[in-house]
């Protein structure tokens, strides 16, 4: 037990106080100020966009020019080939041309460049809001009929559960803060495992091709030597998880107080977010790191030289990248998906979308609880497995690749038993 807390306070001491842990931690927290950053430049010093008006219709031209908009201006120009001339010259960011044919509107933007989405969503809109009007018109109809005819239709969601007499009850619908926790979990454990399957699979494979390994087995077994290993990166991992808790709950303690975050806490219950939902992604959140890391020792151990370290962890991640993608654009679009609930049961993937599952509240407690048990047993069984290949894996050299090595150590196993019978 002492050579087992030896290696794993060694692996950990190593990685945390390397350089490339510093800036994993610190990488977070920079995105975001260059982000607030970003978006305070760009709502202080956004230019205004000029778009010249061209149109015979002299009405609809000023209707057009007095309409003031943060994002843009128009003004009315004579004739089309003044407005090429003032765009060439930059004194037009575009020109939109106008026609009107019985009581129909049809607008014609021209410009160098795009003004931007919403710039030209905008102005579409604006012109539908016209045409409306000369529709009204046409058939005499008051401004009163005219906003009723656009009045839009109230629709709601409401969330509603049935008791043991079979009464239905309605309560608050937190589906969207929740579904907004898990996809945020659901990043932050890809961006883990991609970054700590390197990290585990590059501490094994840097002593195995330097056969540093074979003296370290000769004074310690395989499997402490193995479970040391992860153990000391898993408790990097953990402690980054900690440090990003500790700076979040710092942080909302500086900003509960402000209007806004009270205004966005009132939307939602707090008791739903801290109850079993937030337990229950945290229990897969954690077994997916785990069963992850068990995974990238295993892949590391079967590689022959350092170099081949990235080729090793490249079927983790795109295991990773299943269970991630399957979860944010099914679990987004179509919860109720045949393929989002079977894959919710499926290990290394579930751990991805079952939470997605659980907020979007497509799942029964029994259901839950399937998922946990299928992946806590094919965890146990993985680490077993890997554990028990360990010492076989990491003395074979095959320059066949992994599938290769991994077929030589069974077989090499195989034969340990049976002359051990």
Known sequence: MNKFWIIASDVYKKNVKSVAFLIMILVPF?????????????????????????????????????IK???????????????????????????????????????????ESSLGTVTELTINQMLNTIQSSINASKLNLTPEQVASLNQPANFSKTKVSFGEDGKMTTGQDNTMILFGVAYALSLVLFMIIVSYSSIIAQEIASEKGTRIMEVILSSTKAQTHFYGKLTGVVLVALTQILIYGVSFAIGYNQ????????????NFSLNDLLGSFLAYTLIFFILGILIYSVLAALCGSLVSKPE??????QPITYLAMIGYFIGMFLGTTDPQNIVIKVTSYIPLISSFIMPIRVANETVSTAGIFISIGTLVIFGIGLTMFSATLYKSNVLVYNEGGMIKSLKQSISILKNERKKTV
Do not use: C
Request: net charge negative; charged share 30%.
């Open 308 to 313: 081949d370290t990235a080729k090793a962890v």
């Open 30 to 66: 920079i995105l975001l100020g260059v982000i607030y950053l970003a978006g305070s430049l760009a709502s202080g010093s956004s230019e205004i966009n000029n778009v010249g008006v061209i149109s015979e219709n002299q009405e609809l031209a000023q209707q057009m020019e007095s």
């Open 69 to 111: 908009n943060d994002d843009f201006k128009f003004k009315y120009i004579s004739t089309e080939k003044e407005a090429q001339k003032k765009l060439k010259a930059k004194d037009l960011d575009a020109f939109l041309v106008l026609t009107v044919k019985d009581d129909e509107i049809t607008g014609k933007l021209y410009a």
């Open 255 to 266: 900003l509960k107080d402000m209007d806004f975050v009270k205004d966005f806490l009132t």
